[in-house]
């Protein structure tokens, strides 16, 4: 994931926009993360990994058996990692 600053954000916006469709794009503002941006498509697959996560978590629940927080955010991270890769 590339980072930009904000300021830079600001004036070079177009090539922001360029950029977010190749990779990530962090934002930052006095060294600390404040936004990222992405690109529509990774967008899409961030929410297609979360619909799929959320309908995991609602069968295992429904055969009573249920996550915990550590799980879940496991099998989110899981999901996301592999629909990067699947790029």
Known sequence: M???SAKEAQTRFGQLLDRA???DVSITRHD???AVI???ERYEEMRRAEDAYWLDRAEKAAQ???LSPE???EFLREKIDAASVNQ
């Open 71 to 73: 799980e879940s955010v």
């Open 64 to 66: 009573g058996g249920f």
């Open 21 to 23: 469709q190749k990779e």
């Open 2 to 4: 590339g980072a930009v």
């Open 32 to 34: 600390r993360g404040i």
């Open 38 to 40: 992405v690109s529509t």
